[in-house]
């Protein structure tokens, strides 16, 4: 999400600088975003807006958002000569359990048309031809590659610790090494977006642990979601299998036995999969609010920002969330409907509903 948003602000002409609490410059990314638990590293990279209840206003931002991607990565591609891997395949959801609230709504196409003759009970899935996917750590390169053509700071290994509103108008920001002032600050910490001092992000994490096998290119060709887990193939033949969600806070643990079962149900789906030994595992922290709605907007502080609170969706909504709130960051606009649109009404209590509909341009 920081990186997407430095994009669209450098991009719009302002001075960004970015603080980055692990090791993770462009060259070194591959090691240390997978040690830190970053979210956006260890993601599936499934673009999938059908899932989204309709009530919070999700759904609509995440059908913009599959909307906005494909300008994004050829752009993106554009400015960095690096491939993203956004992939059109469509998915195939289970009518049970994990796929099930993909499959409402969506047009149920006959199976002879989705070649797919590895999956196991075919009757089963439905085709949601709008889901697709990306690569998401080729993504997270591009990001970092443009950042550095671009000359945009990443303050690498700088854990931001505190921010406080001066008398100036400006906010304080302290990191582990300095202090200084700033205009505008934006809170984009992912799952740690709670443990910065100063200011109350709702935010926790959400632990995920997720496996791939190497297969033959085009083993499956589209995603998959099954009733446990689901598959996302990369075009070099991997296969994503995920993914967990735990409640784990911080422990950064792979559990070989949840390793396993997974790997055993993705084999039920497809038994090739079975044959193939676990190539890699790791684990991730979504940022997760209890009302399952991003913080995306204005604080009750006057020039602190969140961008936090995306769950399990950040690599679909990041780059449209990024470029909506960049707009009213930049003063381009006053307001942005499609972030004002997410609203928090699920019958909670009134002080619960205040605190997350805080989010909300004037
Ligand atoms: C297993 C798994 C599978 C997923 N699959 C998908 C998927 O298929 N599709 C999808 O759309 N989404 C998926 N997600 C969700 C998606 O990855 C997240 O929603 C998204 O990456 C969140 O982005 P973020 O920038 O908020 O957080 P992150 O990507 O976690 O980035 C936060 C960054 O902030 C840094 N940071 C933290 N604290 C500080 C601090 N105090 N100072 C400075 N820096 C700090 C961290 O080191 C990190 O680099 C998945 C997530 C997981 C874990």
Redesign the pocket.
């Known amino acids: 999400?920081?990186l997407c948003l430095a994009r669209e602000l450098h991009a719009a002409g302002a001075r960004v600088v970015v603080?980055?609490?692990?090791q993770?410059s462009p060259e070194q990314l591959p090691v240390h975003?997978a040690a830190?638990?970053?979210?956006?590293?260890?993601?599936?990279?499934?673009?999938?807006p059908s899932g989204f209840p309709a009530a919070s206003g999700l759904q609509d931002f995440a059908r913009a958002a599959a909307g906005f991607y494909p300008d994004f990565s050829a752009s993106l591609e554009r400015e960095t000569g690096m491939h993203c891997d956004y992939r059109r395949i469509g998915t195939l959801a289970s009518r049970h359990g994990m796929g099930a609230a993909h499959v409402a709504g969506s047009e149920d196409h006959a199976n002879s048309a989705w070649n797919e003759p590895q999956l196991v009970q075919p009757e089963d899935y439905v085709l949601i031809p709008g889901d697709h996917a990306v690569d998401?750590r080729k993504l997270l390169q591009a990001l970092c590659q443009y950042s550095r053509k671009n000359k945009i700071a990443i303050q690498a290994g700088?854990?931001?610790?505190e921010l406080q509103p001066s008398p100036d108008r400006t906010i304080q920001i302290r990191?582990l090494r300095e202090r200084f002032h700033t205009r505008h600050a934006v809170i984009?910490?992912?799952?740690?977006?709670g443990?910065?001092a100063g200011i109350q992000i709702p935010i926790v994490p959400r632990?995920?642990?997720?496996l791939c096998v190497q297969a033959p290119v085009d083993l499956i060709r589209h995603v998959i979601l099954g009733a446990e887990v689901y598959l996302?193939p990369r075009s070099d033949g991997r296969i994503i299998i995920?993914?967990s969600l735990e409640d784990a806070g911080f422990d950064a643990r792979i559990v070989p036995e949840i390793i396993a079962r997974m790997h055993a149900a993705a084999a039920v789906m497809v038994p090739a999969i079975g044959e193939f030994p676990v190539l890699d595992r790791w684990?991730?922290?979504?940022?997760y609010s209890e009302t399952r709605l991003p913080c995306l907007g204005p604080t009750h502080i006057p020039g602190i920002w969140a961008?936090?609170?995306?769950?399990?969706?950040?690599?679909?909504?990041?780059p449209l969330a990024a470029h909506e709130l960049a707009g009213v960051l930049i003063g381009r606009r006053r307001n942005s409907d499609l972030l004002n649109s997410l609203h928090f009404n699920d019958g909670a209590a009134p002080e619960r509903r205040r605190e997350y509909n805080a989010y909300r341009f004037q």
Do not use: H
């Open positions: 999400m920081g603080y980055e609490r692990s993770a975003a830190a638990g970053m979210a956006a590293w260890a993601a599936a990279g499934m673009l999938g998401n700088c854990e931001v610790v990191t984009a910490a992912g799952a740690w977006s443990r910065i632990k995920g642990q997720i996302v995920g993914a684990c991730g922290f979504r940022p961008a936090s609170g995306l769950f399990r969706d950040g690599i679909l909504l990041a």
